[in-house]
Each structure stands twice: as C-alpha cells, then as structure tokens.
C-alpha cells in the first residue's frame, strides 16, 4: 500500500512538472508566434512602387523610412529589438498590391507596413487588414482610408480633398484671384480622383465651375490637355498628379503661349518638377503636408542631422515623399514604444491610438490619433515654385481649408 501511494506521489509530481514544462514551452512557443516580432527583432513592411509608374515618387519614402529605423537600430532599437525593413514592389497595381501584402503578412510576417503604392490598394485590402490586425500607415491620403475610420489604418497627413480646397482658397483669398476659371488635372486611377472630386466640392463651396481634363501617370505628351484648358480660358490650374508628369503638363503649356497659375497638390511638391519644368513652373504654387529639407525647423534640423550621418547625396531628400516615409517610421516607432516589450498588432494598434499631439518638430502639425479618428493631422502649407533656387519657398503658415 505505501508502495502505491509513493508511485501515486511520483505520477502526480511528475504530472506536474510535465505541465509546467508545456505551460513554459507554450508560452514561448507563443511569443515566437507573434507576426514580426522575435527576442531581438521587429519586421516592419513597406508596399510600394518600385518599378513602376510613380517609382520616382516612392523613391523618396523608401529611402527616409529605411534611414530612420537604421538611426534607431543604432541607437539601441526599440526595447532592445533591432528594426528589419522589408521592401514589397506593387508597380502601384492593386493586384500586386494584394499579392504583397499577401507576401509581407505570410511568408515575411511582418508587423505592420506602409504603403500601398497608390490608394487603391489600400482600399481593395480593408478586410484583410482587419482580419489579419496589422498596424496599416498608408502613402494614400485619399479621405476613404480614414473615414469612416478603420481600426488598423492610421493616416499621418491631410486628404487629397483638403489640400484641392486650400490651393482654391489660397487663389481666392490671397491672390485675389477676380472672376477666376478653376480647372483641374489629374489620372483616372483612386488618388487623381480623391483631389478631382475634391476640386469639384470646393467649387461648389466658392458657386464657380470646374473644367475637368484626364492625364494619365507617365504621360509624355500633354497637348490635348494643354488646348482644352486654354480654349476654355482656364487661369487656375489644380494639378492633381506626380511632379514628373506635372513637369510635362508645365512644359506643354509654356510652349502653347499658354501661362495660367498652376496649383499642385502634394506629390507635385518636388524639386524635380523645377528641375524638370523650368521656365514653366514659375507659376507654380504647391501644398504640402510636410515641411521641406532647407527649412528652420527643430524637426527639419534632425531630419538634416540623421540623414546626412548616412548619406553624402542630397538627391533623396528633393521629393515630400521623403518627409512623409519618415514621419510614418516616427509614428510608428512612438507607438511601438509605448506598445512595451509586450509587441504585437494588436497592442501597437492600441497603443497608436493614445498618441496626442504628437510633435513632429515642424516637419507637419501635431499628430494626434484616437478610437474614432484616424486622421493624424489635417494641416497642409502653400509653397511657391522659385526656379533660381531649384527649390519651394512657403508662402503661408500650416492651414485647413476655410468654412466660411
């Protein structure tokens, strides 16, 4: 009987370190099973255009977002864990955009991401990036990716809509413009839309007309476009595009005899459009959501600092895309370190939404997040083309578009 009851104390005790044996290995099995995140190492993702149509563009955001998170991992990482970024090719096709995400979430395991290479991609991903609770800052500004908010989408930066709206206002109520004709420029794909149709509502605001023409990205010839506007004696031009093809559409317009007041939105915000453009952009005023590199700002000096601490060229820091890849990788970082040790989706997602003014040292406004907004910061700037300098000089302070 003693013997029994000694075997029976035996089982139970090792029954018991059995089971504290797996509970232990579960739970490091578990913390090895959290997407994007090891011991030592944060996957973070970027989808975007690197080969395609707006290459150019997204250039700029690649190289700022992998330099900031170069300058962290120098610094330490975050809570001890280095940053890897991984670079998805979408041609800024909403296909591949799906097919990358896909790729980033599956067989990269990546923690979160920016991009896709156009809005439109973003969009067609809604439900999976719910269902799969990945942190999403999107390179879109398009108003669908932040309204109605969606629970993983965090945008950093005003709409296309906003931006059309105090380009018109700044015409209006600071260049004094008299009886103006307003038109508006732009590619049939997700983004051109989200500014034309934002062109149109700030129209209606104002009780004018809006002459409409349709540009494709890479256009090389802008003729068509150029006679239609200046036969309907437009003298306010919205251009809602990247600066390459802007640059093109300037071009056409000069060599037409043809000198109306152009207003870009935020990619056509680049010194290559100067470069590219020339004589024809001295027209030329741009919104931006972000500040740009030769500003005197705390945050622009630290931009200066880092970037030039691994690079000796200036050519990437030309284009706001620059600015906007790394203010993303600054959101980020705020939210995965208030997120703790404890990383994943799911708590960075939290954790993002506790970010209250935000200060980004004037590289854009605050930026502030919360359950219902989705929305970071809603301030744009009018910049001014000076074609001697090869660079955009602000013409106002931080704006949101006027309401009444």
Known sequence: MKRLLNSRYQLSVVGFLSFILIMSLSSRLYGEDVRGVTDDTIKMAIIGDVTGPVADTWKYGIAS?????????????????????IVEDDRANVALSVAAFKKIVYRDKALAFIGTGQGGGNIALFNQIEKEKIPNIPAGLELRLSSPPKKYIFCTGATHEDAAA???????????????????????????????????????FYDLDMHREVLNVGALDATSQILNLKKAKVDYVIVQHIAVTAAGLMRDARKFGYEPTFLGTQWVCSQDLIKLAGKGAKNGYVSNIYGQWHEDTPGMAKVREITL????SLDIMTDSGYFQGWVAAMVFTEGMKRAGKDLS??????????????????ICGTITFGKENRRGQKYVRVYKADIEKIRFMPVTGWRMPVTK
Request: avoid cysteine.
């Open 166 to 204: 105090v380009l018109m206002d700044y015409a209006i109520r600071d260049l004094k413009a008299k009886n103006p004709k307003f038109g508006v420029v732009y590619p049939d794909i997700e983004f051109g839309k989200a500014g034309m149709q934002g062109a149109i509502e700030r129209a209606k």
């Open 65 to 85: 977002f992998r330099t900031y998170f170069q300058h962290i991992n120098d610094q330490g990482g975050i809570h001890g864990r280095k940053v890897k970024v």
């Open 345 to 362: 989706g799911e708590t960075l997602m939290k954790a993002m939404e506790t970010i209250k003014d935000f200060d980004a040292g004037g």
């Open 309 to 312: 601490n691994y690079h000796k």
